[in-house]
């Protein structure tokens, strides 16, 4: 009797624990199931079914707990931590893992199963707990995202300061954005002159980020930001009615984002976008991101704007826009190495207004500088897009031509320079028919010379077609310079003796 009382006792207990556990199980604000040793679900609480958004028929005849983890989970490391579990080698693991929603969207879970055994110890089943830790691994990989996103643009921002050359800036920034953001593809384009028109700067593919691949800004997305000088969001290329999609859907491209970059005083320099092969919603973040890159373009821009212009000033004249003299000798003395190599003739004209002194002072300084900037533009117009012009002095004017065959062809250039001073030309309301004395300096091909002696020389030539007339030129020859020297001796022993009496 004393047997059965005890008997009864245990049945009771065991089913007041079966009781509570089962009050527990429904009641846990985890989810929760009893996972059979092959996987399928036993089992199933309220709580899983809310997080999992399956029914609980649909989750116990789903084919186990597999049918419900994300593709990337079904084999690997979780997949071996359950075999490990039902051959009883562990007792319990914990891990972090990826399940799919009812609704097809990702969510995170922290699962911990833990191995049941029987009273001989051998494995029966398996109790699996998940918690919902979407909105925090969300929430971690924004933050991760966002450090990341600060670290590209610092490290940008420090190329930005240092890189001299846009398309180089470029193809950092556009590889920076198709790792950060894990777009297909990335680029910058420059607008072109006129309305419609982009000049493609760089751009980079996801799966290919080498300096050569070409991932061109679709033109439609690209204008449109342009004419509106604002961000551009596409959700889905198949639904937009902005601009004409079909480029974007030719290539593929399901969704993108174009944001402006802007030149120097606020007038917009190009577009900056990133595109997807598939719909996606680009977030504040992501959108902030690609407008923080794209400031940073603007400032490259406006600085290398900024450089050029100090770099033009000091290589420039400023009334002509022409090099000046120093421009002049830097030009000069590549061209003469050039000449060496190559075997050819190099000539520079120097070329001088006569009378020039009369126009400033009968029709002012105002008069004489229009005349230049008119006579700088027809020189400019009938010489070679390799000749270079350039402006020495007041009314001095030096023109540089290499490649030459032989020596005649300087003559040629020379007798079409005057020809062009000649033309009438209305200044401060008078007709002027100008005039110019030019001399030549030739460079011997395969013949060492120094560009300063190469122009000394051709200044001389034009004294030379000065004091014959005007609208004249003269070849430079040594004899010129034997007469220079012994005129500059001459005048000097004559000043000692008037000084000596």
Known sequence: MGDDQTARRASATLHDAEARFRSAFEAAGIGMAIVALDGAMLRVNQELTNVLGYTAEELLGSGGIRAVAHPDERTGAASDDFTRLVSGEIDRYQRERRYLHADGSTIWGATTIALVRDSDGRPQYAIAQMQDITARRAAEERAERR???????????????????????????????TEILDVTLAGLAEAAPGENGLRFVSGAHSDDVGDNVAARLDEGHALLTLRRHEPVVVGDAAGETRFDPSGLLARGIASGVTVPVTGVDDEPFGVLGMYAIEARAFDGDDLAFLQAVANVLTGAVRRLAAERGVRFQALHDPLTKLPNRALLLDRLRLALARGRREGRWVALLYLDLDDFKNVNDSLGHAAGDALLRELAVR?????????????????????????LEEVAESAT???????????????????????????????????AADGEDLLRDAGLAMYRAHRAGVGRYELFDDRMRAETVERVALTNDLRGAIEAR
């Not at 450090?147 to 556009?174: C, K, N, Y």
């Not at 007798?415 to 460079?443: K, Q």
């Open 147 to 177: 450090a990341a996103q600060q670290g590209a643009l610092a490290r940008l921002s420090q190329i930005a300061l240092g890189e001299q050359d846009l398309p180089a800036l470029a193809r950092a920034t556009v590889r920076a954005i």
């Open 379 to 403: 020189l400019a117009d009938v010489l070679r897009p390799s000749d270079t012009l350039a402006r020495l002095a007041a009314d001095e004017f030096a023109i540089l031509c290499e490649g």
């Open 413 to 447: 250039i020379a007798e079409r320079l005057l020809a062009v001073v000649g033309r009438a030309v209305t200044v401060a309301g008078v007709e002027l028919r100008p005039t110019a004395s030019l001399g030549i300096a030739l460079a011997e091909p395969g013949v």
